[in-house]
């Protein structure tokens, strides 16, 4: 079956713009999570969705950083006046239930020049 | 989430069992113990998770410590392929939400 989904596998973008970053969950995963990977590094917590709200966004570093899930569905990580710090691979992930594993999709690697 | 200490790298040869420690002294009564894994440019993927008793699927075996302030992953037979990060995490029971990933253990297979 379809697994997690992230679009664009790859973006570039130049100091001061904005982004979005979109990921697709597994068919009727309520929960979704985004995550910020850089070099050398483990993934750190951004934000987690339970359904169509944020049940925790301890995670986002600044309120440069919102996302959305209106639907309960597919979410948008948007980022406003990025900074070359913003320079990482965000990587999303959801899972069925409560007690179930996360799957992770494959990452939208952000390059801030 | 109580933390984890792993070591930063690990060598393995093909086909040879493959031993991955983590120390979780401060682990709780209601602590999992969760592996995922990440291959090189992708996200990471559930490897096994267990609570007291050992633990086995078609991907790896959990050992765990009679004091559970240890555990072990095993790799049966590593492969070119089984080479990644691998990490250690604890989650509570009870808990929804993220995961607590450190810097975990690479894995390199030599042929």
């Known amino acids: 079956g379809a697994g997690v989904s992230q679009t664009p596998s790859n973006k570039v973008t130049e100091k001061g713009k904005y982004v979005e970053l979109r990921c697709d969950p597994i068919?009727?995963?309520?929960?979704l999570y985004w995550y910020r990977q850089s070099l050398g590094q483990g993934p750190e917590f951004l934000i987690y969705?339970?359904?169509?709200?944020?049940?925790?966004d301890s995670g986002l570093p600044n309120d440069r950083f919102f996302a959305v899930r209106p639907e309960g569905s597919v979410s948008t990580l948007k980022i406003q006046r990025t900074e070359r710090g913003d320079s990482a691979v965000y990587l999303c992930?959801?899972?069925?239930?409560?007690?179930?594993?996360?799957?992770f999709g494959p990452g939208t690697r952000l390059t801030v020049l | 989430d109580a933390k984890t200490t792993q070591p930063n790298s690990m060598e393995s040869n093909e086909e040879e069992p493959v031993h991955l420690p983590c120390n979780h002294s401060?682990?709780?009564?209601?602590?999992?113990i969760h592996w995922y894994r990440q291959l090189p440019s992708q996200g990471p993927e559930y490897v096994i998770h267990?609570?007291?008793s050992n633990v086995n699927n078609r991907m790896a075996s959990l050992a765990i410590a009679e004091d559970r302030k240890s555990s072990t992953l095993i790799l049966h037979r590593a492969t070119l392929r089984d080479a990644a990060v691998y990490y250690c995490?604890?989650?509570?029971?009870?808990?929804?939400?993220?995961?607590?990933f450190g810097k975990g253990t690479k894995l390199s297979v030599k042929p």
């Open positions: 401060t682990i709780s009564g209601t602590d999992y």
């Open positions: 995490i604890l989650r509570d029971r009870g808990s929804q939400g993220n995961l607590i």
């Open positions: 992930a959801s899972r069925l239930n409560r007690a179930g594993e996360q799957f």
């Open positions: 068919s009727g995963h309520t929960a």
């Open positions: 267990g609570l007291t």
């Open positions: 969705f339970q359904g169509t709200g944020a049940a925790d």
